[in-house]
């Protein structure tokens, strides 16, 4: 019987990659918002040792491959990673796995809860065929640890922040958090300046008697790209304050993707080939519902 020769390109979108050594293929797993389980990482270093050289990579976007795998060993290795709740990756033209920083549930900066927004991202459109890969970024604020602007979708929390005069005692401390200069003292009082707020919280976080209040929202860049171009992801609507509009502003830039952009052409290139004034108008209708 001739032996099976390898589907390259349904190898590829399972996650396994080929490697310049014949016969070989480094695997790419899925881990949805930077998060395993001791479980998963016990399963991936058996893995590793049975079926690769003993050694995982660790990627720039908080993934991790297993290089070294045979074209034999294929089946087995996804059986064995199954059992320890382990699932490949994907590569090619599709939407990669969402990559996430600590949040809100760890974090004492984090405005959102950056790992179940991941999860249910990743649920929504993981591994959707596209013209070109597709790539999501969660971070918790406006210290932007993951980079969100380097992302064809980038979502950073931030927050709404309302002013509770009658609870303050005027001690300046939130105008002293603030990095945009938004708040200032004058005769003794906090004075705003709307205009410069960019929604990080930190007069939120800073208050010692609850003066501010803040709704937690979600600020949404589109087009960030990072490889042999570089182009900052831009901001092109106002802060989104719910998920499901946030749902239907990522499902409206992605349909516009498929629809608009040619075979293996990058979002942030399509966008500069047709011009942004029709995507505009598209999340702009999203975002208002």
Known sequence: MAEKKPDYSALKKGGFMRQKQKG????????????????????????ADKYGKGYVHMTSRQGIEIP??????????????????????????RVRTVTACQGA????SGCIDTY??????DEHYFGRDLPHKFKFGVTGCQN?????????????????????????????????????????MKDGKVVIDRGKCNHCGRCVKSCPTDAWEGESGYLVSF????????????????IIRDKDT?????????????????????????????GEDEFRRVITEAYHG
């Open 24 to 47: 070989y293929f480094s695997l790419r797993l899925q881990v949805v918002g930077g998060n395993l389980t001791a479980e998963n990482i016990r399963t991936v270093s058996e893995v």
């Open 68 to 93: 070294f795998i045979r074209f034999g060993d294929i089946e087995e290795v996804k059986e064995k990673l199954a059992e320890g709740g382990v699932k490949p990756g994907v590569c090619g033209p």
């Open 105 to 108: 549930a760890v974090c004492p």
């Open 116 to 121: 179940a927004l991941a999860k249910e991202l």
């Open 144 to 184: 932007n640890c993951l980079k969100a602007e380097e992302n064809d979708l980038g979502i950073k929390g931030g927050m709404v922040v309302n002013y509770k005069e009658e609870a303050c005692i005027q001690c300046g401390v939130c105008a002293k958090a603030c990095r945009e200069n938004a708040l200032s």
């Open 223 to 238: 087009g960030g790209l990072f490889g042999n171009k570089i182009y900052q992801g831009e901001t092109l609507l106002p």
């Open 246 to 274: 946030l749902l239907r502003v990522a499902d409206a830039a992605i349909g516009f993707f498929e629809k608009n952009a040619r075979p293996g052409e990058r979002f942030r290139l399509m966008l500069q080939r047709i």
